[in-house]
């Protein structure tokens, strides 16, 4: 069972700046897909960002060209660089591992994220 531990939320004014980490208990290097999900008080979990191996990466259309996420198979950690934060980014922020394509999902315990003034 694999864990996975955030960390790097915080109060960040609007406008600001946050990067999230994610460290996984085993190597990553050949795992499928990673992924930040969030999920906002009353709102569903949605998917922020994700790279699968190989290094493509996708991005929710709400945080284009704001938020990047990358990976150190190094340091078994993905990164979600959170840049021009709004307040709509208030939220719990997950981390998400899938081994295999079609596999069970791991999750994190979550950070909180909040952007206010």
């Known amino acids: 069972q694999v864990q996975l531990v955030e960390s790097g939320g915080g109060l960040v004014q609007p406008g600001g700046s946050l990067r999230l980490s994610c460290a996984a208990s085993?190597?990553?290097?050949?795992?499928?897909?990673m992924a930040w999900y969030r999920q906002a008080p009353g709102k569903e979990r949605e998917v922020v960002a994700q790279?699968?191996?190989?290094?493509?990466?996708m991005v929710a259309d709400s945080v284009k060209g704001r938020f990047t996420i990358s990976r150190d198979n190094a340091k078994n950690t993905v990164y979600l660089q959170m840049n021009s934060l709004k307040p709509e980014d208030t939220a719990v922020y997950y981390c998400?591992?899938?081994?295999?394509?079609?596999?069970?999902?791991?999750w994190g315990q979550g950070t909180q994220v909040t952007v206010a003034s």
């Open positions: 998400n591992l899938r081994a295999v394509p079609g596999g069970s999902s791991h």
């Open positions: 085993r190597s990553i290097s050949n795992i499928y897909a």
């Open positions: 790279i699968i191996s190989g290094g493509n990466t």
